[in-house]
């Protein structure tokens, strides 16, 4: 039975949902969507006086999946038992389908359970995982479409000079991949401004076609020494990812979007990527993550944790396979403005907390004006 009979003298006794919806500090765009502001659902769980907090970005739906499928199954479970709980609330959101909106919700509430373990256990969160490293590496991420030179700069400029991070991720495939000369001398601007011992990174999020991924990495790679390209077409186009692999030397990346073990096991059995990138707050939490890195693992791959960056400091650091932590613009501000404890990226790694759980607290009064539901 999923979740197994309590064992521990603990049970879940108040789980709360919040949604809060941040406008950016500019327009944003990358090859293929458009957005002015994120919105972030947190759950919140509470036992034995100990407060345990997950969150996903995703969109306000997600808090429904909360409320009305896993707040029954949470309310009196053990919270010593996370996957037995996980397991229950993928179960009862069968009929509603896994992927998208009810995955990032049974990932937030997965977090909050595992961030209250902690708590309850007086352990960071990387201690009840197992270290594999002291601190994990990460990459600056941002560089979006409608930045002009002047605001890609400073950005770049920041993560590297400031901030000491030797990697830089910039979105291309501007407007669904219509205009490439841009895409280039964005890239060109980049290395430019980073110099040659920095790596330098691309999302098309899959703006490209197959064939204009191939002339477009080429570019890349051989003119800007280009290392890493993103989703150089759909990532549901596995065969179009392997067909861009095999045809460059660079790195083909992604993952983002994938919401089960299957999505990434397929993935890597077609052989469609260099690297997996998983993203804890849609493929279902800590619990599932780890699957994710053992399944790419299992096939020779590295992981790269996809955005989030104080959620995934803490498991990244117990995979032996990992690349690094996507430093994602966005949700750095998000995450500094409305939560105590954020990681600190100077340096250009992030050291897991030594504070019970992931260390962060909300900043209720800060995030108030924000809040949507
Ligand atoms: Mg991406």
Same mark, same amino acid.
């Given at each position: 039975?999923?979740?197994?009979?309590?064992?521990?003298? *603990?049970?879940?006794? @108040?789980?709360? $949902?919040?949604?809060?919806?941040?406008?950016?500090?500019?327009?944003?765009?990358? /090859?293929?969507?458009?957005?002015?502001?994120?919105?972030?659902?947190?759950?919140?769980?509470?036992?034995?006086?100990? +407060?345990?907090?997950?969150?996903?970005?995703?969109?306000?739906?997600?808090?429904?999946?909360?409320?009305?499928?896993?707040?029954?199954?949470?309310?009196?479970?053990?919270?010593?038992?996370?996957?037995?709980?996980?397991?229950?609330?993928?179960?009862?959101?069968?009929?509603?389908?896994?992927?998208?909106?009810?995955?990032?919700?049974?990932?937030?509430?997965?977090?909050?359970? *595992?961030?209250?373990?902690?708590?309850?256990?007086?352990?960071?969160?990387?201690?009840?995982?197992?270290?594999?490293?002291?601190?994990?590496?990460?990459?600056?991420?941002?560089?979006?479409?409608?930045?002009?030179?002047?605001?890609?700069?400073?950005?770049?400029?920041?993560?590297?000079?400031? *901030? /000491?991070?030797?990697? =830089?991720?910039?979105?291309?495939?501007?407007?669904?991949?219509? @205009?490439?000369?841009?895409?280039?001398?964005?890239?060109?601007?980049?290395?430019?401004? =980073?110099?040659?011992?920095?790596?330098?990174?691309?999302?098309? @999020?899959?703006?490209?076609?197959?064939?204009?991924?191939?002339?477009?990495?080429?570019?890349? $790679?051989?003119?800007?020494?280009?290392? *890493?390209?993103?989703?150089? =077409?759909?990532?549901?186009?596995?065969?179009?990812?392997?067909?861009?692999?095999?045809?460059?030397?660079?790195?083909?990346?992604?993952?983002?979007?994938?919401?089960?073990?299957?999505?990434?096991? +397929?993935?890597?059995?077609?052989?469609?990527?260099? $690297?997996?990138? =998983?993203?804890?707050?849609?493929?279902? /939490?800590?619990?599932?993550?780890?699957?994710?890195?053992?399944?790419?693992?299992?096939?020779?791959?590295?992981?790269?944790?996809?955005?989030?960056? @104080?959620?995934?400091?803490?498991?990244?650091?117990?995979?032996?396979?990992?690349?690094?932590?996507?430093?994602?613009?966005?949700?750095?501000?998000?995450?500094?403005?409305?939560?105590?404890?954020?990681?600190?990226?100077?340096?250009?790694?992030?050291?897991?907390?030594?504070?019970?759980?992931?260390?962060?607290?909300?900043?209720?009064?800060?995030?108030?004006?924000?809040?949507?539901?």
């Amino acid at each position: 039975m999923f979740p197994p009979p309590s064992r521990s003298e *603990w049970t879940v006794e @108040n789980l709360e $949902c919040l949604v809060f919806t941040v406008p950016t500090d500019q327009p944003e765009a990358d /090859g293929t969507l458009e957005w002015s502001a994120t919105t972030m659902v947190v759950v919140i769980v509470r036992a034995a006086g100990m +407060t345990g907090i997950g969150w996903t970005y995703a969109g306000a739906g997600s808090s429904a999946v909360v409320e009305d499928q896993l707040c029954p199954i949470v309310l009196g479970a053990d919270p010593m038992d996370v996957p037995g709980i996980t397991e229950a609330g993928i179960r009862a959101c069968r009929n509603l389908g896994r992927p998208g909106a009810v995955s990032s919700a049974i990932s937030a509430v997965d977090i909050a359970l *595992w961030d209250l373990k902690a708590r309850l256990l007086h352990q960071p969160l990387s201690a009840l995982f197992g270290r594999c490293r002291a601190d994990v590496p990460i990459y600056g991420s941002g560089g979006f479409t409608t930045y002009d030179d002047a605001t890609t700069t400073s950005q770049l400029e920041r993560w590297v000079g400031e *901030w /000491g991070i030797s990697r =830089v991720k910039i979105k291309i495939g501007e407007s669904w991949g219509t @205009n490439p000369e841009r895409d280039l001398a964005r890239v060109e601007l980049t290395r430019s401004v =980073v110099g040659d011992a920095v790596e330098v990174y691309v999302d098309a @999020n899959g703006g490209y076609t197959r064939k204009q991924a191939v002339r477009m990495g080429r570019r890349f $790679c051989d003119d800007y020494s280009v290392v *890493w390209f993103e989703e150089p =077409v759909s990532s549901d186009d596995l065969t179009g990812l392997r067909e861009v692999r095999d045809h460059l030397d660079l790195d083909v990346a992604a993952g983002e979007y994938g919401y089960d073990e299957t999505y990434f096991a +397929t993935m890597v059995a077609a052989e469609a990527v260099d $690297c997996l990138q =998983v993203d804890v707050t849609r493929c279902g /939490g800590y619990t599932v993550w780890l699957r994710a890195a053992a399944i790419a693992g299992s096939r020779g791959l590295q992981v790269s944790a996809h955005c989030a960056p @104080n959620l995934h400091a803490h498991i990244a650091a117990a995979v032996p396979n990992l690349r690094h932590v996507e430093y994602f613009h966005d949700h750095h501000r998000i995450e500094t403005m409305l939560f105590d404890g954020a990681l600190d990226p100077r340096g250009g790694v992030l050291t897991p907390t030594d504070q019970p759980g992931h260390g962060l607290t909300l900043r209720t009064v800060d995030a108030e004006k924000y809040r949507v539901h």
